[in-house]
Each structure stands twice: as C-alpha cells, then as structure tokens.
C-alpha cells in the first residue's frame, strides 16, 4: 500500500478521518502529489529536509491541532455563514475542520461552482472558500459570476488551489479573488487570510 492508498483510506474511516498528517517523500510529481493534497495534507517534506522544514511542518500539526485564538474580537466567528466549493470531499472535509477549529460552525458545502450558485440563491453568506479546479464551473468561473452578476458582489472570497500555473493564477486574480492560498496550507495561513479579508 502506498502512503496515497494509505491517505485515503485513512479519509475514509470515520475513525481515522480526523488524525492529521504530513507527508514525507522523494516524489515532485504533482500527479502522485495531488491526492494527499486533496486529503488534506498538512505538510509535504521533500527528502532530504532539512530540520527547518520539519519544525515548519510540525507546527503546522499543532496549530491544526490546537489553534490559538484568531484575534477578531469585533467579528462573531460562530454566527459567520461560509461557503466551501472544492469537488473533492476529503478536501471539503480537512477545509472544514480547519474553519470548526477556528470557531467557525455554519458552513454550507457544495461540489462545484454550479452547486455553489444555487446554494447563494436566496441566501446571504459571509464568506466563500473555493477550489479552482472542479467540474462544470471552477472556481475562477464561480469568482467572475458573483463578481459581475451576483446578488453579493462584494463578498469576500479565498480560494485555496494546488494550482502553479501563474497564467491560470494571473486570470484567477483578475477574476476578483479576495486571497489565495496554496495546497496544502497552513492553518496559521488561513486564519490570517481569513482576519484580513473580513476585517476589510
């Protein structure tokens, strides 16, 4: 069994779907990467690492573990509405449980830009973290329709991407994302992000 097959079983045994992990390898390949950062990787080492790496990665572990508080006295993360679109469901399930961490309980999840919309229709969210890569309509795609067609236009959306490609990445921006963050990401990360977009 490979450390991918391991993952995912792991992410599919209610048991186990919870226990956070990292991944260790020689492999660069984002076709063999990919699927752990779907999973809800929380860090990738590439051997050899040296140990600045892996105080990085292990603080990561613990921050997802146990967060400290995000600091946002004026804003009630409880009463927070949030969208999460990404098609992966191990995805939506570690971006989750990064946001119940922080404090952040109502969230509506969807599988796809599409679904994503529908869920907007009559309904008024606080925030929407999104995938870019998904089916029938990505995440620049669900960006650029609320952005210039939306009931609310102005709200603030995080996508959080595996994606390298800076043309993509030039046109995702343009679009009118209000951050980006990369696969696998730093729960430290996503709670600055998520300070900074909404205290805007």
């Known amino acids: 069994m490979s450390g991918t097959e391991l993952v995912q079983k792991m992410r599919a045994d209610n048991a186990l779907e919870h226990i956070p992990f990292m991944v260790v390898s020689s492999e660069h390949s984002d076709y063999y990467l990919e699927p752990a950062r779907q999973a809800g990787v ?14 990085k990665a292990l603080y990561s572990t613990l921050e997802f573990i146990e967060p400290e508080n995000l600091e946002l006295e004026e804003i009630e993360l409880d009463e927070l509405l949030v969208l999460v679109v ?17 404090g952040i309980i ?15 229709d009559g309904r008024l969210f606080d925030l929407i973290i ?6 029938e309509m990505d995440g620049q795609e669900l960006t650029k329709y609320v952005r210039e067609k939306g009931m609310q236009k102005s709200i603030p959306i995080l ?5 390298a490609n800076k043309s993509q990445l030039a046109g995702v921006k343009q679009a009118g994302i209000s951050a980006l963050c990369d696969k696998p990401f730093e729960p430290s990360e996503v709670k600055s992000l998520i300070k900074k977009i909404l205290s805007e």
């Open 159 to 163: 996508m959080v991407t595996s994606v």
């Open 106 to 120: 109502n969230i509506v999840q969807a599988v796809n830009g599409k679904e994503a919309l529908a869920c907007m």
């Open 130 to 135: 999104t995938d870019y890569n998904m089916p």
């Open 42 to 55: 929380v860090a990738i080492l590439s051997k050899p690492f040296d140990p600045e790496d892996l105080k």
């Open 86 to 102: 990404d098609d992966s469901v191990t995805a939506r399930k570690h971006i989750c449980r990064v946001l119940n961490n922080l």
